[in-house]
């Protein structure tokens, strides 16, 4: 079974970027599509986007390939770390809008997703 | 895109059925049998109990189903017990552009 745990700051300034990192375990980064989704207080859930190894990623498979929430697509970047089976997350310009509780989950196949982190609370706060 | 449209709160008692909607358009839940459902206790790791509409993952329990007719899927409890007392999500994908949607989210209150 894949059990997933989000790290970061749970305090990030207004206009600055949060970055945080989903440690996988039970399994091989390789075999899913990793996906960021929030749920900011009182309202319902976000999907940020996934990130995942193709055959068409490029000459550096760490880097993974990704779909994006368009929504949000000019503020994210994620990436793999195949060493040490961890995924990322960063989004730049945040706003208190962007305080939520993140989530990081897995896919096996298709658009849902099988297993799911705790979720970290991040706030937006000078 | 919106968000797909859940009942805000439903209630039960023990041993009752309940059902939750979740409606969306023709762009989303009625264009792909790719409708799931999520069960999340606060604090908690949400849990997946319905897949492609209908399936259930290894290890949920079979008072859990999903149906699904035209732009509206449904999620069904039934033999409610006081442990099914948690919010409940449906996600559809939704084509090449907007990819993934939520629903607003239900609070199921086991009364």
């Known amino acids: 079974q894949v059990q997933l745990q989000e790290s970061g700051p749970g305090l990030v300034k207004p206009s600055e970027t949060l970055s945080l990192t989903c440690t996988v375990s039970g399994d091989s980064i390789s075999r899913y599509y990793w996906s960021w989704i929030r749920q900011p207080a009182g309202k319902g859930l976000e999907w940020i986007g996934r990130?995942?190894?193709?055959?068409?990623?490029?000459?550096?498979?760490?880097?993974?390939?990704?779909n994006c929430n368009p929504s949000l697509k000019s503020r994210v970047t994620m990436s793999l770390d195949t060493s040490k089976n961890q995924f990322s997350l960063n989004l730049t310009s945040v706003t208190a809008a962007d305080t939520a509780v993140y989530y990081c989950a897995a896919t096996a196949l298709y658009w849902y997703f099988d297993f799911w982190g705790r979720g970290t609370l991040v706030t937006v706060s000078a | 895109q919106s968000a797909l449209t859940q009942p805000a709160s439903v209630s039960g008692s023990p041993g009752q059925s309940i059902s939750i909607s979740c409606t969306g358009t023709s762009s989303d839940v009625g264009n792909y049998n790719l409708v799931s459902w999520y069960q999340i206790y606060p604090g908690k790791a949400p849990k997946l109990i319905i897949y492609e509409g209908t399936k259930r993952p290894s290890g949920i329990s079979n008072r859990f189903s999903g149906s699904q007719s035209g732009n509206t899927a449904s999620l069904t409890i039934s033999s409610l017990q006081a442990e099914d007392e948690a919010n409940y999500y449906c996600c559809s994908y939704a084509g090449s552009h907007t990819l993934v949607l939520f629903g607003e989210g239900t609070k199921l209150t086991v009364l």
């Open positions: 990130v995942y190894i193709s055959e068409t990623t490029d000459d550096n498979p760490s880097s993974g390939s990704t």
